[in-house]
């Protein structure tokens, strides 16, 4: 092959790579709306089924369920950025003190069973180990 046609082949590997990098941003920028957007949409469920739960309108498990998949949104907008990982456990945990809190207090009034209190301590447990993992 001639230097010529080295040069054209060359020219046209580099500006295909030139092309492939800067398409990757934006890529990469509609993965992060998308995880934003699935975040968003899981804070918003979570807060409507909570309403609903303190009203009698909804179970427990619902409420546990659609505080992981806000917990798994924020894992994954952080990626291995440790203190984000560590907030999202933190913010998981920190939902399920109050819905323990609120399931003990209803236990005291006869409204809730004893199940239900186990089963919160379980989940805020379960938080509780998700924070130390995510801190080691």
Do not use: C
Not at 34 to 43: F, G, H, I, P, V
Not at 47 to 71: A, F, K, N, P, V
Not at 89 to 106: F, Y
Not at 110 to 117: C, G, L, N, S, W
């Amino acid at each position: 092959m001639k230097s010529s046609t080295w040069l054209v082949v060359a020219g046209i590997v580099l500006g295909s790579v030139v092309v492939a990098v800067q398409a990757a941003p934006e890529a990469g920028d509609k993965t992060a709306a998308l995880l934003k957007a699935k975040r968003e949409a899981a804070r918003k469920t979570f807060e409507t089924i909570w309403t609903d739960y303190r009203e009698g309108r909804s179970g427990m498990e619902r409420l546990y369920w659609w505080s992981r998949r806000w917990l798994e949104s924020d894992q994954q907008l952080a990626g291995e950025k440790k203190p984000e990982l560590i907030a999202a456990a933190q913010g998981h945990l920190d939902r399920m003190r109050q819905i323990e809190r609120l399931i003990r207090n209803l236990q005291q009034s006869k409204v809730a069973t004893i199940d239900e209190v186990s089963s919160a301590e379980y989940f805020r447990l379960e938080a509780e180990l998700w924070v130390q993992q995510a801190k080691n």
